[in-house]
């Protein structure tokens, strides 16, 4: 039979979980209008799933109360020490989450560390806060005297039997219990066995992605956000009017609506322009990818977003480039309004699926994928056999010739039309290569570049088992890569020429709209590409990428790099730096000089230093105010 102590536990602990049962009736209730288009099954998933997050906030909040509960004292000084421990606590997390049923219609998100960085605000405001949402207080009194009521003290006869005292083989008992409540409040916080820790974004991975706000509680958005650092705002505009001038927002002109075709996405892994012969004078290691650049449209001044694969799906799925130091799936905002692709083209009639041969959890990318609306994500557990299958590299997930040919079989199971992304992971470091091919694809100058020879050998494979099938001839490809690696060409080894990828659109059943191949590109200009194409509307898209069958343009791409800012155009790179001072660099394909101009055309230091701040102070602010999409 369990302790007394640990039964105690188990039942304050139980108290805490009804309590924030209550908490989230009461926010789904004071937000409902937010949550309307949702059915009520999956509102009640909601509620169902977010225990996981109640028992992982209320363990973090809780630690120095589970701990003082295994104390084997049944003095009533300590008794009530321990409860007053878990009074303070958890009245600061009822708080939290009361305020947080209005504070949600302002920011459109569970609080964060934001509280800290407005303690000035705060501290002035209190008394009018106070006043104009005073009637907080009565849910507050209500569940407090709840908690203080109801909370288990054990009885006044309950002792601790005598023999625990002289006996050192009574203490075993207690150890194991010590060490079974540390493992499952390890587990708790964890919030499972899976490969992360669980984090604010595995809320979303259900449907409708905003039920994800119901699912979450204040109490664990906000201790998991503590020692986040986000990124300073930005006031280069006074105005919203004038922000948007800056911008540079380009609407393009209406074209006819294009068949619903599918959509095949190749995100490839370190697939640098540096590696492929195409770019570089015949001189590479992609003799597939070369061959089939000559077929489609190819992009020549095509740059990534960010150098971490973690950044590329935000702007492949999302159009949002990477303009600050942590990624934005394991940030503080990843509970903000976010439409992607697959929310878009779900609303046509689409069927849209991420697939990724690593472990689910990788990077979040299963994460991300549902935030962004797509339906279905298939990782290495959704593989035959999974970690013990033969085609396990031992390392990341699935080798990239198999699962390419998975993602093909897959894909003729999909209802049509279909929007899929496929994520590569071979050509990642360490680089390996399978036993069969390790003589065909003899190594390199670089690690990279047998990897790179099996990737591109993969991607022909894989193009040979599609074009049998049924849905080959109606679907678009875009092939592009997540960010560059390992570098040996001196013309790349410069800040432009780290973030120089491929581009490449292929269909082999119609001819493409006309588009320039020498605009410049960005990772986030898929989405407004793929609209574009489509003929769907485009109004929920992020004003960072242009749809490269855009003629009135000339395309544009931003990255961060090295503190500073940096904005590609066709004729200048700009630079903002850490210190808002504005350089201009001529451009030179993807050689950027390592001085910038002394004598810059004033017209155009201005015009692209205004872009260039404009779209960071848009990002950054409307980040930290949920305000993307207003």
């Not at 049923?101 to 009018?128: M, P, V, W």
Request: charged share 15%.
């Amino acid at each position: 039979m369990p302790s007394l102590f640990l039964r105690l536990l188990v039942r304050r602990f139980a108290l805490l979980l009804g309590i924030y049962m209550v908490l989230r009736l009461g926010f789904y209730w004071a937000n409902y209008a937010v949550f309307q288009e949702a059915t009520a099954g999956q509102v009640a998933w909601a509620f169902v799933y977010g225990l996981r997050f109640d028992i992982a906030g209320l363990l973090l909040l809780n630690l120095p109360f589970v701990l003082m509960s295994l104390v084997p004292n049944v003095d009533v000084s300590w008794q009530r020490l321990v409860r007053g421990v878990y009074l303070t606590l958890n009245a600061s997390g009822i708080a939290l989450n009361l305020i947080d049923t209005q504070y949600f219609k302002f920011i459109g998100r569970r609080t964060s560390n934001e509280l800290f960085t407005i303690t000035g605000d705060i501290q002035r405001q209190a008394g009018q806060l106070v006043g104009h949402y005073w009637f907080l207080l009565i849910p507050f009194a209500v569940l407090f005297g709840l908690l203080w009521y109801a909370y288990p003290m054990p009885r006044p006869e309950a002792s601790v039997p005598a023999p625990m005292r002289t006996d050192p083989r009574q203490w075993l008992r207690p150890g194991l219990t010590f060490v079974l409540i540390a493992g499952l409040t390890v587990l708790g916080i964890r919030g499972g066995f899976q490969l992360k820790p669980l984090r604010t974004g595995h809320a979303f991975v259900q449907a409708p992605p905003i039920l994800g706000h119901v699912t979450l509680n204040s109490t664990f958005t906000f201790l998991k956000s503590l020692g986040y650092q986000p990124p300073e705002r930005r006031s280069y505009f006074a105005s919203a009017e004038a922000l948007h001038a800056a911008l540079a927002v380009h609407q393009p002109a209406a074209r006819p609506a294009a068949p619903h075709d599918n959509v095949v996405v190749l995100l490839v892994e370190s697939f640098a322009s540096e590696y492929n012969g195409v770019e570089n004078g015949g001189r590479g290691y992609t003799p597939f990818f070369d061959s089939l650049a000559t077929q489609g449209l190819l992009f020549r001044h095509h740059y990534a977003n960010g150098r971490r694969s973690i950044e590329a799906l935000p702007a492949v799925l999302a159009g949002l480039p990477s303009l600050m130091e942590s990624p934005f799936i394991t940030s503080n905002f990843q509970t903000n309004e976010l439409h992607g692709l697959g929310e878009m083209l779900s609303r046509e009639g689409y069927a849209t699926s991420v697939f990724h041969g690593a472990q689910n959890g990788t990077m979040g990318f299963n994460t991300f994928a549902g935030i962004t609306g797509m339906q279905q994500y298939y990782g290495l557990q959704e593989y035959p056999k999974g970690i013990k299958s033969p085609d396990y590299d031992g390392h990341w997930g699935i080798f990239d010739e198999p699962y390419l040919q998975y993602f093909a079989q897959q894909l003729s199971q999909q209802k049509q039309p279909f929007f899929s992304t496929v994520f590569t992971l071979t050509s990642h470091e360490p680089f390996p290569v399978p036993a069969q091919y390790k003589s065909r694809f003899a190594p390199g100058r670089l690690p990279i570049h047998a990897s790179i020879r099996y990737t591109d050998f993969a991607l022909r494979r894989f193009f040979q088992t599609a074009a049998k099938q049924p849905w080959y001839r109606n679907t678009l490809f875009i092939l592009l890569a997540d960010h560059t690696s390992q570098t040996l060409r001196p013309d790349y080894q410069n800040t432009l020429g780290s973030y120089k990828t491929p581009l490449l659109l292929f269909h082999p059943g119609r001819a493409l709209p006309a588009a320039n191949p020498q605009r410049i590109t960005q990772q986030a200009d898929v989405p407004a590409t793929i609209l574009d194409y489509l003929g769907l509307p485009t109004k929920q898209l992020l004003p960072f990428g242009y749809s490269v069958f855009d003629t009135a343009t000339t395309g544009r791409a931003l990255f961060l790099s090295g503190g500073s800012y940096f904005l590609v155009h066709s004729d200048f790179v700009t630079e903002l730096t850490i210190d808002n001072h504005v350089k201009l660099y001529p451009y030179r394909n993807h050689r950027l000089p390592p001085t910038p101009l002394t004598n810059p055309n004033p017209e155009k230091l201005r015009q692209y230093g205004n872009e260039l701040k404009a779209c960071v102070q848009f990002f950054l602010n409307g980040l930290a105010d949920n305000s993307l999409y207003k």
